[in-house]
């Protein structure tokens, strides 16, 4: 890649990728591999990417140095070479010293950016919240005017009840005697009402104390929550450190081969590039230099810029404090603005790409500032209209004291009376106003009595939600440490029995090699018999699966035993110098047959001695192949007894498995192939033989099979050509296809000596009349490459599938949130029409209130009044009810068809592996399972951030929902007022 002095610059941020960030840093030294694993920095990382792509280059050079000189060296003098090794080692440990101290710097200043970002945000939003409480304000204020307008044309009322008030004077002389026992009772209940007062306010302070305790331990679990969280990330991390490790490992050992196969060939070039490389190296380390000077002169720079920001978020938090002293329903918000403009002008490390875009912030700083002062002046003129008005006011009430003083001169007579009433009037008011204040008070702790009980229920909630996520987190890294456990097991074992299998496979060449020398090579006569390969889906029998019952110590040869390790570990590859066939003294033959033909028996009969199970008899069961060795006739023979292949009632991956096995016990493969037949009348069980032998071994199996027919002195009256030309069609076309190749095997009489060499005679006949001396593996290749076409395509199946899956799901579940929001947006609509209903209802009572002078008929309407107020209270539970369960019904949801899609992917995937159960691709298998597992946790992480960004949405509705019930709430305190000033212009 060509370097060039744009990738210093910021304008290169957006140009690379981190993938050519990873390629590029890498190869450097393995002291790099740590960088490669921090895949989620952001965008301004890429500018010392750059440098250390410009460091990569440098390094190579080094190397190639390095490796030029240590050729040269190498035939001169090799001390001095490992000397100046040591020396670049130490020159390039610094560099990268240098380059991590660089990285980990822009890491600093790209976080603190990021943060700048996101105060910037929220100062946006928080300035937005503040113009719409603004209009909110003058809303309030339009009320207020409305308020006044009442108040005049109450005053105006008052003004005709003055008239009226002399007629009214003559009727409260009698109702002067009433109103002294009422106010006795009033004392009373006043004093009532102050011990209930007290009580509720020694209520409300344990309250306070109890919902405080809740919040410290509220903090106390969000804090352990973060530390879980922290931890169980940096798990994550690790274990993806540690697979990329072993990856980065892998390819550098490979790299390293390559190299030391090409070192001796580059060694004469590389001394003369070695000089132009120093010269480029001394230029590029200048070019380094300057390019450090001008990064710290950008550093500088953004110190100025930094500076000027602090000084406009210093600007802007007095603003916001004049703002605050104006509405002081805005304090706490302003307050957090003042804090974050604060910790805003502490972090002031920009870089030069953000210049333009802090511009355009500036200026819409500025313009919200105009707009800012724009509202003051507005604020300033409403406060003066609202000082003129109560100025209004209060030329009123002088108006109404001085008609009051004008009819107390009137009242001479009650004057007296009169003064005593008005001083207990006035201890009544001061009483009244107690009682407002202290109500009021308990109201307003009522209202933060709700909100602490909302605030529990919303971080209840949120605590349950990271407890069920750390529930999971914990499980799926439970699920990786027994994965990562069952794999290095795995290793482990096969380490073990790689082992053993070179320390037996070099003991058999050695005595091979000894027979060979003792009884010496057997030539090849006979004629060759035609050999039919079906060119069909047949596939390979040495690719079982399990072999749980082989011997540890028998020969183990595989045509690529490397597919079948682990990626960390290699296997031993076939030697040049190993036999191409073994020697025919040594005999290797499988016994099939169906259950009950007697191959158990046939087998022990053949070594002579019990091997394959204590009875002889026919009916003895083989479960599994095994494996028996001895010596007959002068012949090392190895017997492999096999179980019923031909059982209707055997599954075809069973079957399979336990061919694999057969194959491997009789490896490199057998001679013959016995196929056991008791010698007694046709049940039809030689039906579908030939067939399945077809579709294990291909058609190419039948030159190296024998019949066997076996009995227990069943022959004495009937030959075996009688029992043949009276047997089954599909018997007599076994023994046609087979090439009429069979033998009799008495196996009750075993002192009968003859009919076991009679057959290992005839099985060398076959053998040498044969072109292939055994039947081996590699008439498998073809459907190997069969097989694993097949399993690309199901691959590619199962990922179309998945993404079809993937999209669907996504589909359904953005139209259930749609019909989740409609339908909560129908019932919010339909439960604010009820509270509009309720609050029409209020306003008509109040109404009525005003006009009702009975005092009876007052508290009834006070009742109702606040059984409506109730009704409405218990509507608006009854909604936050109905947003709870709501939520908690699409969580639900989601939870079970996420649940659902784990299981039918578990279900897939099982299914798919049920399917492929080749030994071969075992390997294979594996490396795809690991993937499909990181791309179903790579979904999951996904699906998680989609329902994180739902939940975030959902919030934000509440929010939405908060701000509306807010709103109701100051309603209700208006309305509240209303009827505490009915009140008192009823006393």
């Known amino acids: 890649m060509k370097l060039t002095r744009s990738y210093w610059w910021p304008q290169s941020l957006h140009e690379g990728g981190l993938s050519d960030r990873i390629h590029l840093i890498g190869p450097v030294c393995s002291v790099y591999s740590d960088v490669v694993y921090h895949t989620e920095l952001t965008s301004l990382f890429y500018t010392i990417v750059s440098g250390s792509q410009y460091l990569q280059c440098e390094t190579q050079e080094d190397k190639l140095k390095r490796e030029a000189s240590a050729g040269e060296l190498e035939l001169k003098m090799f001390k001095e070479m490992m000397n100046q090794l040591e020396e670049k080692d130490t020159q390039l440990d610094d560099m990268t010293q240098e380059v991590r101290e660089k990285e980990r710097l822009l890491d600093d200043m790209t976080q603190e950016v990021r943060e700048k970002d996101t105060q910037l945000d929220d100062m946006t939003q928080e300035m937005r919240e503040k113009e719409r409480l603004l209009e909110e304000k003058n809303q309030i204020m339009e009320q207020r005017d409305k308020l006044l307008e009442e108040k005049e044309n109450q005053l105006e009322e008052k003004d005709k009840q003055l008239k009226d008030r002399d007629i009214q004077l003559e009727a409260l002389r009698k109702n002067l005697q009433d109103k002294k026992s009422q106010v006795e009772n009033f004392r009373v209940l006043l004093q009532e009402k102050y011990l209930q007062l007290e009580d509720r306010n020694h209520r409300l302070g344990e309250k306070d104390r109890l919902l405080e305790e809740r919040d410290t331990q509220l903090k106390d679990r969000d804090i352990q929550l973060e530390d879980s969280n922290h931890r169980l990330g940096e798990k994550d991390r690790l274990l993806e450190e540690k697979e990329n490790r072993l990856k980065e490992k892998d390819l550098q050992l490979e790299d390293r081969n390559h190299r030391l196969g090409e070192k001796d060939r580059l060694l004469e070039e590389r001394v003369k590039q070695l000089k132009d490389r120093d010269i480029q190296l001394e230029d590029r380390n200048h070019r380094l230099g300057e390019k450090d000077r001008l990064l710290e002169e950008r550093d500088k720079q953004l110190k100025d810029r930094d500076i000027q920001l602090e000084d406009r978020n210093h600007r802007l938090g007095e603003k916001d404090r004049l703002l605050e002293e104006r509405v002081k329903q805005l304090k706490d918000r302003d307050i957090q603005l003042e804090d974050r403009n604060h910790r805003l002008g502490e972090k002031d490390k920009l870089l030069e790409e953000r210049v333009k875009q802090l511009k355009d912030r500036d200026i819409q700083l500025e313009d919200r500032n105009h707009r800012l002062g724009e509202k003051d002046r507005l604020l300033e003129e409403r406060d003066k209209v609202l000082e003129e008005r109560d100025k209004l006011l209060k030329e009123k009430d002088i108006q109404l004291e001085d008609r009051n003083h004008r009819l107390g001169e009137k009242d001479r007579l009650l004057e007296e009376r009169d003064k005593v009433l008005e001083e207990r009037d006035k201890q009544l008011e001061d009483r009244d106003k107690l009682l407002e204040g202290k109500e009021n008070e308990i109201k307003e702790r009522k209202q933060e009595v709700e909100e602490r009980r909302q605030e ?50 070099e003991r058999l060449r050695r005595e091979i090699s000894a027979q060979m020398t003792e009884h010496g090579e057997m030539s090849d006569t006979g004629s060759i018999l035609p050999v039919r390969r079906r060119n069909s889906k047949d596939l390979p029998p040495y690719m079982g699966g399990e072999t749980s019952d082989t011997d540890p110590t028998l020969p183990l040869k595989r045509r690529n035993s490397m597919e079948l390790l682990p990626p960390d570990m290699g296997g031993e590859s076939s030697s040049p110098d190993s036999p191409v066939s073994p020697s025919v003294s040594e005999l290797r033959l499988v016994l099939l047959g169906r259950t009950g033909a007697g191959r158990s028996a046939a087998g022990n009969t ?43 009632g055997l599954s075809l991956e069973e079957m399979r498995q336990d061919v694999g096995l057969c194959v491997r016990l009789s490896a490199p493969g057998p001679h013959a192939f016995l196929l056991v037949i008791p010698v007694e009348p046709s049940k039809g069980e030689e039906r579908g033989v030939l067939e399945r032998i077809e579709e294990m071994f291909g058609e190419g199996c039948w030159g190296h099979i024998v019949i066997l027919f ?32 069979y033998h009799v095997l008495n196996i009750k009489d075993r002192a009968h000596g003859t009919q076991v060499s009679e057959l290992l005679d005839q099985v060398e006949e076959m053998v040498a009349g044969n072109r292939e001396r055994f039947y081996s593996s590699q008439t498998y290749q073809e459907a190997e490459d069969q097989v694993r076409e097949m399993e690309g395509n ?49 306003s008509e009572l109040e109404r009525q209130v005003k006009e009702e002078r009975d005092e009876e008929k007052k508290r009834e ?79 999951m992480e996904e699906r998680d951030r989609q329902m994180k960004e739902k939940d975030r949405q959902m919030k934000e509705k509440d929010r939405e929902m908060e701000e509306k019930d807010r709103v109701i709430v100051e309603r209700d305190g208006e309305i509240e007022g209303l009827i505490e000033r009915l009140w008192e212009m009823c006393k």
């Open 456 to 505: 529990l229920k919303e971080r209840r909630q949120e605590v349950e939600e990271k407890d069920n996520l750390l529930e999971e987190r914990e499980n799926q890294l439970k699920e990786r440490d027994k994965q990562v456990e069952d794999v290095n097991n795995e290793n482990a074992e096969l380490a073990q029995q790689i082992c053993d299998v070179k320390t037996e496979v």
């Open 606 to 648: 053949i070594l002579g001695r019990e091997e394959f199970g204590a009875q002889a008899s026919p009916s003895a069961v083989t479960q599994r192949s095994k494996r028996r060795e001895g010596d007959v006739c002068g012949r090392r023979l190895v017997l492999v007894d096999t179980p019923d292949w031909f059982c209707p």
């Open 710 to 741: 076996t009995h227990d002195d069943g022959l004495k009256e009937q030959s075996i050509e009688e029992f043949l030309q009276a047997g089954s069609q599909d018997l007599q076309q076994l023994v046609e296809k087979s090439g009429s190749r």
């Open 794 to 842: 199901i691959q590619r199946e199962r990922g179309e599938r998945k993404q079809r899956e993937e999209r669907d799901l996504r589909e359904r579940l953005q139209k259930e949130l749609q019909d989740s929001l409609i339908k909560i947006e129908g019932v919010i609509q339909e439960h604010e029409g009820d509270i509009r209903t309720l609050s029409e209802r209020t």
């Open 861 to 939: 309407l006070e009742r109702e009044l606040k059984r409506e107020s109730d009704r409405r209270e218990e509507m608006e539970r009854k909604l936050e009810r109905f947003r709870e369960n709501e939520r908690r019904e699409m969580e639900e949801r989601h939870r079970q068809e996420m649940e659902n899609y784990e299981g039918e992917a578990r279900v897939k995937v099982e299914r798919n592996l049920m399917k492929i159960v080749l030994p071969e691709l075992q390997r294979n298998i594996m490396i795809s399972q690991t993937k499909m597992q990181r791309e179903f946790s790579r979904q």
